[in-house]
């Protein structure tokens, strides 16, 4: 008996309906109801670790629920693999790719198929994904292998893999967290084509701008309870979505006192280093920050500032510049000596640089300063004092989690965040590097961050913040440098949008200038 | 000491390497490290050369050297991918397993005389070849012959059937495979299962064809570690395995030969008439071995040569935070 939905008189394509999920200590779903209909986009909406990817992991097979039902076109369903929900006709696209890097998209799109039967046969099928890409407006060159593709391509490939197995139901967690502004309108295109076919998507995001944009209902997730199920998105704002992710009004404004900028704090002179393959990521870039105000660095992902942010905390070695910090020599030396200088790092990669994930919330909090007095005693760690600091970082930074011993490793994107936060700032840095420090945050977390920025560069602290974000790069910086194949290509001190976009492609600002002045 | 026959020899000892290192890139491919070809080669070539002796049929004794072989394989697929134990630990005690199982059940088979071996011949119009010929093709064991056959048919597997497809993706990123239905557990058990069958068959290669006989523990001489060690230096790839092996049988065969003559190139011989110097040789394989191992644990190392990402790690489903 297929459902049909009474407001649009469209068809149900999956209903569910009661569904519970409880992890030690959280209760992730409870009693959440969740209906698609055909040719939707339908958006879910939710605070970190208010269950969204939980609820999405149950209804691709990942994850069993422990009570409430799932049906498919009006069909029961139990699923016990992700291989019986993509049968189904449900695909998920997860945070962090499942592709096999050393493999070419063809490969990982066959891969767990039944067809080819044993001869690959790969220029055959080569063929087919590139006529099922271009039905989709998704392009990728089928021979490249996954690990030569950049994050954008391999969003596709994933995308692909779920529309090959016939996927009618695409679940994505979080897409545009990953992409340049360019990818995510190409992305945007291929959902509508999609939904043009009949097919349903599910999309999680945190930038209510986007949800706005491309979604035609949203079910939004507080706490694990729904808040709002299936409303129609049209004339609806994004303060009114945001009220209902957090119950609290959002300001989406930033009070930015003005302060006067100190001395030069950090010093980058015409550094090189070199990437992980052994190939040049920074060629002769200067620049500086001086306390009480925040740099930004702008410009698309992969041109050194991963890097960049490595070799100033002392990560990664240069082979040629200068690193000075208050003046002293820092080139080269060691991590630690950063630490002790007063040197702060926001990493990109939360899971493995930014926290050990086997370890407690306070082991990670105390990670900096386990070994000074108070909490370190000669060779002892005073657990009590530890404990209670993780305790007061737990209060201030508003980490929600059942225990602080808990392994960081099953918190949500939003608190793993907020645990590194709460060990970099609370050291008082006088210099932090934050690297996308706001990326998969939701929108009461991210104001929360950015106040946090702002305070640190009230207190006197030098800031460079490395984004891909313009929006927060222009609300929070005094400056912004723009970064381009690992160059310098200018600095702006008004906020010049276009200026930037332009450098960001590659045209230095002596270029814009002479192109102006003609 | 004429260089084609040490070539020639060299080849028939190379197939021994040829088929323990394949084994363990099948093995290693998975995600397994299997440090018990030694003693699982032991184990071959004692059971092939009393299954021979018993029945005067030497294709019987492969046969039961692969099972027996690959019987002992699954303790070690059982301990690390079902109890999801820590892989060199495993594979050390199986390789002490193994050389001690082989030495308990082969007591008094060096006495026991000869067997009826394996057939060698040559091939018509290839032996005709000149240097290739003679060395490659020219009364040599029926293994040698199948060995040429083995391992280009495996690289063609692993890199261009689907089930190679899938043993490569369980070995690269089982989470990936699993999602997509691929049993990882159970492909794992089947690789190791396979590793172990071509060391049953490089173990019986030594007893019944290259130097027949059961010498104990000295049957085997460390090649199995050997066979470790190429694996690397194969990065993986059964054709770079074989150039690896064929080398190194080569190199085998000339330590031992170089140490015969009184006059090397018109000069006296070192090797001969200071016994020591031998030693140093006879060290090289090993030397080697020890070196390609401590690159080969590098990290940036093995990822620049292509390591299976995935090797040495249990997979434990659903695990969050990898
Ligand atoms: N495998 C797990 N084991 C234990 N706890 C878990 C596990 N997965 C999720 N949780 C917990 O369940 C809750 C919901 O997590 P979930 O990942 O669904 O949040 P989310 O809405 O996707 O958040 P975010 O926006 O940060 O991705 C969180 O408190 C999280 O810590
Ligand atoms: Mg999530």
């Known amino acids: 008996m297929e459902l049909v939905n009474e407001q649009t008189q469209k068809k149900v394509v999956v209903s569910m309906r009661g569904i519970v999920k409880k992890f030690p200590g959280v209760l992730a779903n409870d009693a959440v109801d969740f209906e698609l209909i055909e040719g939707e986009v ?49 695909g998920m696209v997860h945070q962090h790719f499942m592709l096999v890097p050393s493999q070419s998209v063809t490969e990982n799109i066959l891969l767990g198929l039944d067809e080819p039967r044993f001869r690959l046969r790969l220029r055959e099928y080569e063929q087919k994904v590139v006529e099922l890409g271009e039905r989709f407006g998704l392009h990728v060159d089928p021979r490249a292998k996954v690990w030569q593709l950049s994050v954008g391509e391999q969003q596709r490939v994933e995308i692909l893999k779920m529309l090959y197995r016939g996927a009618q139901v695409l679940i994505m967690d979080e ?49 694990g309870k729904v808040t709002a199920s299936g409303i129609p998105l049209i004339n609806t704002t994004r303060a009114e979505l945001a009220r209902l992710m957090v119950d609290r009004e959002v300001l989406f404004r930033l009070e930015k006192k003005a302060v006067e900028a100190g001395d030069k704090v950090l010093e980058v002179q015409d550094i090189r280093a070199e ?91 105390i990670m900096k300063n386990y070994n000074q007095p108070p909490i370190g005693q000669r060779w002892v760690v005073n657990a009590v004092l530890a404990n209670k600091y993780a305790e007061d970082l737990q209060k201030a930074y508003d980490i929600v989690v059942p225990s602080i011993k808990t392994p960081v490793r099953l918190l949500s994107g939003g608190n793993l965040q907020r645990v590194i936060l709460a060990r970099e700032i609370s050291s008082q840095p006088s210099l932090l590097v934050a690297v996308q420090p706001t990326r998969g945050l939701d929108v009461g977390a991210i104001e929360g961050v950015q106040r946090l920025l702002l305070a640190q560069r009230e207190a006197g602290a030098a800031i460079l913040l490395i984004s891909e974000e313009l929006e927060e790069l222009l609300s929070l910086s005094d400056r912004i440098y723009v970064i381009y194949e690992g160059k310098i290509m200018g600095e702006v001190l008004d906020g010049d949008i276009e200026k930037i976009g332009m450098m960001m492609t590659g045209t230095p600002m002596k270029d814009i200038e002479a192109r102006g002045s003609k | 000491m004429d260089l084609i026959i040490i070539l020639q020899a060299g080849v028939a000892s190379g197939t021994v390497l040829l088929f323990a290192t394949i084994g363990e890139i099948f093995t290693e491919r998975s995600g397994v490290l299997n440090l018990g070809i030694e003693g699982m080669m032991l184990v071959g070539a004692m059971t092939s050369f009393s299954i ?38 495993s594979g050390l005690s199986v390789s002490f397993l193994g050389t001690g199982l082989s030495l308990v059940l082969g007591e008094g088979l060096s006495k026991a005389g000869t ?96 130097s027949p006989g059961w010498f104990s523990e000295l049957t085997t001489a460390g090649q199995g570690w050997i066979a470790v060690g190429l694996v690397i230096f194969a990065q993986w790839n059964p054709l770079r395995a074989a150039v690896g092996s064929y080398v190194f049988g080569a190199l085998r065969r000339l330590i031992l030969d170089i140490q015969g003559p009184l006059l090397l190139f018109g000069l006296p011989n070192p090797f001969y008439y200071n016994p020591y110097y031998g030693f140093f040789l006879q060290m090289i394989p090993y030397a080697f071995t020890i070196i390609v191992l401590i690159l080969g644990s590098r990290e940036a190392m093995r990822k620049r040569m292509g390591a299976p990402a995935a090797l040495g790690l249990p997979y434990i489903r659903g695990q969050r935070g990898l």
């Not at chain 1, 002790?340 to 930014?354: K, L, Q, Y």
């Not at chain 2, 000149?130 to 199948?146: A, C, D, E, M």
């Open chain 1, 175 to 223: 897409p545009t967290a990953v992409l340049a502004p360019t990818e995510i309108e190409d992305l945007f295109k291929t959902l509508h084509s999609m939904a043009a076919e009949d097919q349903s998507i599910i999309f999680i995001s945190h930038k209510l701008q986007e949800v706005l944009e491309i979604s035609d209902r949203v079910t939004v997730l507080r706490r």
């Open chain 1, 275 to 365: 990437n992980d393959r052994g190939l040049p990521a920074l060629r002769e870039m200067s620049l500086n920050v001086r306390a009480g105000e925040i740099v930004g660095l702008a410009g698309v992902a992969g041109n050194g500032q991963r890097e960049l942010a490595e070799v100033i905390t002392g990560l990664r070695k240069i082979t040629g510049g200068k690193i000075l910090v208050h003046g002293e020599d820092l080139t080269n030396k060691p991590v630690k000596t950063g630490i002790r200088r007063g040197i702060s790092h926001i990493p990109e990669d939360r899971t493995h640089v930014g926290t050990a994930g086997n370890l407690s919330i306070t082991d990670n909090t």
């Open chain 1, 42 to 90: 339908h958006a879910l909406l939710g605070e970190n670790g208010a269950g969204k990817s939980t609820l999405m992991n149950i209804l691709a097979g990942l994850y069993r629920p422990e009570a409430g039902t799932i049906s498919i076109r009006g069909k029961a369903v139990s699923f016990n693999s992700p291989k019986d929900a993509i049968q189904a006709g449900i």
């Open chain 2, 115 to 210: 067997v009826s071996l394996l057939p060698s011949f040559s091939i018509p119009y290839l032996s005709q070849i000149p240097l290739l010929g003679p060395v490659f093709f020219t009364k040599q064991s029926v293994l040698v012959y199948i060995g040429y056959l083995v391992f280009p048919l495996c690289w063609y597997f692993i890199n261009k059937t689907r089930p190679g497809m899938h043993l490569r993706a369980v070995g690269e990123y089982p989470a990936a495979a699993d999602a997509l239905g691929i049993n990882v557990y159970r492909l794992r058990y089947l690789y190791v299962f396979v590793g172990g069958m071509f060391s049953g068959v490089a173990g019986a290669t030594i007893s019944l064809a290259v």
């Open chain 2, 52 to 89: 021979t002796l018993k029945t005067g049929n030497p294709w019987l004794g492969v046969v039961a050297a692969m099972a027996a072989a690959g019987l002992i394989s699954q303790i070690h697929a059982f301990i690390t991918v079902t109890l999801q134990a820590d892989q060199v630990v």
